[in-house]
């Protein structure tokens, strides 16, 4: 099983605010939309109830340490391990894992595809995706989008692949 990050950042790799994301840009959640339709999608407890509901459409896990935590619409498991279990033994092809930073810092070491969008601003977060080494990865898509109409900034969706 191919496990995958999908992320947006800007340019001192912020990704978060208050819960939620510190832009808009329609472009962006048409392609998470594509990207993860269909497939297992792996979320951090806060990053999961920032949505305030499942998303269709997608196999949802949301991490949580405590055992009674309970998720409307989505399996919870107690680790990544646990949750990357569950999406294999389900016959899962590429799990998604989608946030929050502590999600991102464990699954970095795991991931073989990391589909990432590079917006192109500093804009004040409250989350930081975790440093990684760009050396590790290597390009193999990029799309660039234009600020304006429903998209608040510039940005560019890359797809890279970790080098064997």
Known sequence: MIVSLIAAIDQQRGMGRDGG???????????????TMGHHLILG????EG???AL??????????????QAEGA???????????LAEAAGENEAFVGGGA??????????????????????EVDTVFPEFDTE????????????????????????LERVP
């Open 75 to 85: 399996q919870v498991a107690a680790s990544l391990d646990e949750a990357l279990a």
């Open 51 to 53: 949505l305030g509901v």
């Open 56 to 69: 269709q459409g997608r196999r949802m896990i949301v991490l949580s340490r405590n055992a009674e935590y």
């Open 21 to 35: 994301l510190p832009w808009h840009l329609s472009d962006d959640l048409q392609h998470f939309k594509r990207v």
């Open 136 to 159: 590790e990865w290597q390009l193999v898509e990029s799309q660039p989008f234009e600020q304006g109409g429903k998209n608040e900034y510039a940005f560019t969706i890359q797809v």
């Open 45 to 48: 407890r806060r990053t999961f």
């Open 102 to 123: 502590q999600v991102f810092a464990a699954a970095l070491p795991l991931a073989d595809r990391f589909y990432l969008t590079r917006v192109e601003a500093t804009l």
